[in-house]
Structures are given as C-alpha cells and as structure tokens.
C-alpha cells in the first residue's frame, strides 16, 4: 500500500512539472540521470565536500556570509525589478542557502555536483535542487531570467571556467542577467585558498574579459569586502611565508569567531554594503559582477 501510494505521489509530481519549462527540463535531466555519473565523477573533486560540511556550519550566522548576502540583494533587485514571477537558477548551489535570496523574486532552482551539499539542503528542506555539472547544465537553453554563479567559477580549470560561463549565456533568456562572485587579488591568496580549492583569483580585468567574451554585457563590476583587506592581507602573507596549511587544518578559515568580533565584523561589512549601493570600490577579497545578456 505504502508502495502504491508513493508510485502514485510520484507520478502526480512528474504531471505536475511537465507543464513548465523549467520542468520539462527537470524530465530531461531525470532521463540522462543514468548516463551522467561518469562525467560527474571526472570532474568532481571530493574534497569539495569537506567545505561544504564547513559552510553549512557558518553560512547562516558568520560575518562573511552576512556580508555577501548584503553586497547581493541590491544586484539582485536590480537585475529582477518590477518580477515577481521570475525563474532563477543558481549554478553550483553547494546546500542551497543562497535560494532564500530569490524566494520573493519567483521561484528558484540550484543545483551542484557535490551529493553532500544537496542532502544538507534537502535535510533542511531546500527544494528544486538537483545534481549536475556546469559545464553541461540540464536545463533548456533561454529558460532564466537570473542566473546566478557564487564563489564557484575560482575554482575550475581554465577550458572548464569558460565552457561553464558558455552555459550561463546559454541558459539566460535576451535581456536576462548573469551574477557572479568570485575570490579576488592574488595577493589574499592564503590558507583558505586550499579550503576553497582556488584554481585563480580575478582582478576586474580577467573577470570582465571572461564575462565579455562569453557574449554578456557587464552592468555592475565591483571588489566587496574591502573593509577586510588590510587584516586579510597581513594574515594571508604571513600563511604563504610559513606554508599553507593542509586541509583539515584551513577548516579553521571558516570558523564562526566569538560573537562580540562577530557581531563588529558584521557591523564593518554592513555599512560597506550601505556604500556600495552608490560606490564601486578598487580593491577587497572578492569580486562582484553583474551583467546582462544582450536581446540581439
């Protein structure tokens, strides 16, 4: 009985999607499900999964993260304004944290490689998510008009860094936007950089030359988290002076501080998200792009 009913759960879930595109594309990836482990396993780095572990610790209550969410709500509102019925797809979700920044805009979906990061999400019931590559992204080409990419694209190899942006540009519809954050400035490489698997870090000239070569028109290009630049940059020289650390100990990169330097942390990074609602700024550990896929 148990069986039957969820036979039949699943069958009204597969009528239920297959009337949208974004669905008629879940169908697809569903049907190549079988075929794509291998290239997954290729491409997939498992270690991967001992940052996502470590990010889902932190990502709700660490100064960082708090941060970025505020550095990305305003691009976000900007390349969504006037939508309330907008699709969004964020590439390389890791748990999917990052869904809740869109769940006013329309409706969301993510997906990554890491099995780990999924069955975090889906603990946490984070729904619409899905596992699969970005270099060969299972949905319908033009299906989004948001498609999102954070702090993923730093860590592929270069032909693999291209073809993914190539799959952004395919999956945006004309007039749609692409965000992206990356890690920035080669001199703030340091112990996280082996955390966060860092194949590069971008200046505004690298960034914009890969966005603009894949066919995007950029709006928005700014370094965020300048406020942490001096102390970053004294404490990273100091990692790869001595060595950088193995990973398991870089998982202390991570670490949620005590709340009193929390608390300030959060406090500098707000007030830098208030400037740059009207500033870009030239220096800082990541960088910030938002860009627009032409309608021609």
């Known amino acids: 009985m148990a069986a039957a009913s969820a036979m039949i759960g699943r069958t009204a879930r597969t009528r239920f999607i297959s009337h949208t595109p974004v669905g008629r594309s879940l169908q697809i990836w569903h049907q190549r499900?079988?075929?794509?482990?291998?290239?997954?396993q290729k491409r997939y780095n498992p270690d991967v999964d001992d940052l996502l572990r470590a990010t889902a610790r932190a990502e709700e209550r660490h100064f960082w993260f708090r941060g970025f969410r505020w550095f990305v709500g305003p691009l976000?509102?900007?390349?969504?304004?006037?939508?309330?019925?907008?699709?969004?797809?964020?590439?390389?979700?890791?748990?999917?944290?990052?869904?809740?920044?869109?769940?006013?805009?329309?409706?969301s979906y993510g997906f990554d490689r890491s099995e780990v990061g999924l069955y975090i999400g889906r603990q946490l019931n984070r729904r619409r998510l899905v596992r699969a590559s970005v270099t060969a992204v299972p949905f319908a080409s033009e299906a989004f008009d948001l498609v999102t990419s954070?702090?993923?694209?730093y860590s592929l190899e270069t032909p693999d860094e291209r073809a993914a942006v190539a799959e952004m540009f395919r999956l945006a519809r004309p007039g749609g936007h692409l965000l992206i954050n990356v890690a920035a400035m080669d001199v703030l490489r340091g112990d996280h950089s082996?955390?966060?698997?860092?194949?590069r870090r971008y200046s505004r000239e690298t960034l914009s030359q890969l966005v603009t070569n894949a066919g995007f028109v950029i709006e928005r290009l700014t370094y965020t988290n300048a406020a942490l630049f001096l102390p970053l940059a004294v404490i990273r020289t100091l990692h790869r002076r001595r060595g950088l650390a193995r990973e398991a100990a870089a998982q202390r990169e991570i670490s949620i501080p005590t709340s009193p330097?929390?608390?300030?942390?959060?406090?500098?990074?707000f007030l830098e998200s208030v400037w740059l609602r009207r500033f870009d700024s030239g220096f800082g550990s990541s960088l910030l792009c938002l860009a627009r896929k032409p309608l021609m």
């Open 150 to 153: 954070f702090d993923v694209l």
């Open 76 to 107: 976000i509102q900007r390349a969504l304004h006037g939508q309330s019925h907008a699709r969004i797809l964020d590439c390389g979700c890791g748990t999917g944290a990052n869904l809740a920044l869109f769940e006013r805009c329309g409706t």
């Open 261 to 269: 330097v929390n608390a300030a942390m959060s406090a500098v990074l």
């Open 194 to 199: 082996v955390l966060s698997h860092e194949v």
């Open 33 to 40: 499900r079988q075929c794509e482990p291998v290239l997954l």
